[in-house]
C-alpha cells in the first residue's frame, strides 16, 4: 500500500508539472488570438494609436505598481538602454503599427501578416553574411508562396489605398518585431523581464500619447464609447498581463518547439472570430495560402531554434 501511495503521488506530481504549461500554452493560443479581434473592434471607434497608448499605459501601470510594491531593484545604465530600444521597437512600432494598420485590414489578414516576423530574420541574417539553414530558406520560400496564395483573393483590394496603407503598417510592424527579436538575442540581460515590459509599456505609452496630443489626432475620452473601452480593458487584462505571464510559464516549463506552437495557432484563432463575429472573409484561399504559410514558418522557425 505503501509503494501505491508513493506511487501515486509521483504520477501525480508528473501530470500537475505537465498539465499546466500545457493549459498555459492552450491559453496564450486561444486569446493572444483573439486580441486581434479586441483591436479590430476598439480601432472602428477611436484613434488607433490612441487605443495603444490607453492599453500600454493601464498594462504598464500594473507591472509597476506590482515591482513597487515588492521593491524591486531598478535597472542599471545598460539595462536602461536596452528598455527604451525594445520600448520603440516592441511597442511604438510593432504593436503600434499592427493595431494602426487592422483599422484597414482584417483581423485574421493582420494575425497572419504578423506571424511572418520569422522570415525577417532569415531575410536580415541573409543581408548581414550569415550563415543561414537551407531549411530556413525553404521555409522563406514556402511561406512566401503561401502568402501569395492568401493575397489572390485580395488583388481587388490593392486598388484601395486604405487597403495597402494597412498593408504597409502591418509588413512594417512585423520588420521591427524581427528587429527586436534580433536585438534581444545580441544584447542579453539579467533584468527581470516583467519588470522590463512594463517600463517599455510606460515609455511608449508617454511618446505616443504626446505625439498624438501634439498632432491633434486623439479624441476626448468621454468620445470614446463604451465597446473600445471594453476593448482596452480585454487588451490589458488578457494581451498584456496574464497572458505574457502564461508565456514565460510555458516556455520555462515547455520544450521550445512546443511552446511555439502559439505562433502557428493564433492567426487561425484570429480568421475563425474574425469570420464569426465581423463576417470576414474566410476563402478557400485564405484557408490554403495559411496553411502553406505556417508550414513555411515551421521550418523557419525549427531551422532558427536549432541554430
Same mark, same amino acid.
Given at each position: 500500500?505503501?509503494y501505491?501511495s508513493?506511487?501515486h503521488?509521483?504520477i501525480k506530481?508528473?501530470k500537475?508539472?505537465?498539465?499546466?504549461?500545457?493549459l498555459? /500554452?492552450?491559453?496564450?493560443s486561444?486569446?493572444w488570438?483573439?486580441?486581434?479581434?479586441? @483591436?479590430k473592434e476598439?480601432?472602428?471607434?477611436m484613434?488607433?494609436m490612441?487605443?495603444?497608448?490607453i492599453?500600454q499605459?493601464f498594462?504598464g501601470l500594473?507591472? +509597476?505598481? $506590482?515591482?513597487?510594491?515588492k521593491?524591486?531593484p531598478?535597472?542599471n545604465?545598460?539595462?536602461?538602454?536596452n528598455?527604451l530600444?525594445? !520600448?520603440?521597437?516592441n511597442?511604438?512600432?510593432?504593436?503600434g503599427?499592427?493595431?494602426?494598420?487592422?483599422?484597414y485590414?482584417?483581423s485574421?489578414l493582420?494575425?497572419?501578416?504578423g @506571424?511572418i516576423f520569422?522570415?525577417?530574420?532569415?531575410i536580415?541574417? +541573409?543581408?548581414r553574411g550569415q550563415?543561414?539553414?537551407?531549411?530556413a530558406?525553404?521555409?522563406?520560400?514556402?511561406?512566401?508562396?503561401g502568402?501569395?496564395?492568401?493575397f489572390?483573393d $485580395? +488583388?481587388?483590394?490593392?486598388l484601395?489605398?486604405?487597403?495597402?496603407f494597412?498593408i504597409l503598417l !502591418?509588413v512594417?510592424a512585423t520588420f521591427?518585431?524581427?528587429?527586436? !527579436?534580433?536585438?534581444i538575442k545580441e544584447?542579453?540581460?539579467n533584468?527581470?523581464?516583467y519588470? @522590463?515590459?512594463?517600463?517599455?509599456?510606460?515609455i511608449?505609452s508617454?511618446?505616443i500619447? !504626446?505625439?498624438?496630443g501634439f498632432?491633434?489626432?486623439?479624441?476626448?475620452?468621454?468620445?470614446?464609447?463604451?465597446i473600445?473601452w471594453?476593448s482596452?480593458?480585454? +487588451?490589458?487584462?488578457?494581451g498584456?498581463?496574464?497572458?505574457f505571464?502564461?508565456?514565460?510559464?510555458?516556455?520555462?516549463?515547455l520544450p521550445?518547439?512546443?511552446?511555439?506552437? $502559439?505562433?502557428y495557432?493564433n492567426?487561425?484563432v484570429?480568421l475563425?472570430?474574425? $469570420?464569426l463575429l465581423f463576417?470576414?472573409p474566410l476563402?478557400t484561399?485564405?484557408?490554403?495560402g495559411?496553411?502553406?504559410t505556417?508550414?513555411? /514558418?515551421?521550418?523557419?522557425?525549427?531551422?532558427i531554434k536549432k541554430?
Amino acid at each position: 500500500m505503501a509503494y501505491f501511495s508513493v506511487f501515486h503521488n509521483y504520477i501525480k506530481q508528473k501530470k500537475n508539472a505537465i498539465g499546466l504549461p500545457i493549459l498555459a /500554452l492552450i491559453w496564450i493560443s486561444f486569446f493572444w488570438g483573439t486580441t486581434w479581434i479586441a @483591436s479590430k473592434e476598439g480601432v472602428k471607434h477611436m484613434p488607433p494609436m490612441q487605443l495603444v497608448a490607453i492599453r500600454q499605459l493601464f498594462g504598464g501601470l500594473i507591472y +509597476l505598481l $506590482y515591482f513597487l510594491i515588492k521593491k524591486h531593484p531598478w535597472p542599471n545604465k545598460r539595462q536602461w538602454r536596452n528598455i527604451l530600444v525594445l !520600448s520603440v521597437l516592441n511597442f511604438m512600432l510593432s504593436n503600434g503599427l499592427s493595431t494602426w494598420g487592422v483599422k484597414y485590414i482584417s483581423s485574421g489578414l493582420g494575425a497572419i501578416i504578423g @506571424s511572418i516576423f520569422p522570415l525577417w530574420i532569415v531575410i536580415i541574417s +541573409l543581408f548581414r553574411g550569415q550563415k543561414t539553414s537551407w531549411k530556413a530558406v525553404v521555409g522563406l520560400i514556402v511561406a512566401f508562396g503561401g502568402i501569395c496564395v492568401i493575397f489572390y483573393d $485580395y +488583388l481587388n483590394d490593392f486598388l484601395q489605398p486604405e487597403f495597402r496603407f494597412g498593408i504597409l503598417l !502591418s509588413v512594417i510592424a512585423t520588420f521591427t518585431w524581427a528587429l527586436s !527579436s534580433i536585438y534581444i538575442k545580441e544584447n542579453k540581460t539579467n533584468f527581470n523581464p516583467y519588470f @522590463s515590459l512594463g517600463l517599455q509599456m510606460l515609455i511608449s505609452s508617454v511618446v505616443i500619447s !504626446s505625439v498624438i496630443g501634439f498632432n491633434g489626432t486623439s479624441v476626448p475620452l468621454s468620445e470614446i464609447p463604451a465597446i473600445s473601452w471594453w476593448s482596452i480593458v480585454y +487588451l490589458v487584462v488578457f494581451g498584456s498581463v496574464l497572458t505574457f505571464i502564461a508565456f514565460i510559464y510555458a516556455l520555462e516549463n515547455l520544450p521550445t518547439e512546443i511552446s511555439s506552437l $502559439y505562433a502557428y495557432i493564433n492567426p487561425m484563432v484570429a480568421l475563425f472570430f474574425g $469570420y464569426l463575429l465581423f463576417n470576414e472573409p474566410l476563402t478557400t484561399a485564405i484557408i490554403i495560402g495559411g496553411t502553406i504559410t505556417i508550414i513555411g /514558418l515551421y521550418l523557419v522557425n525549427r531551422a532558427i531554434k536549432k541554430k
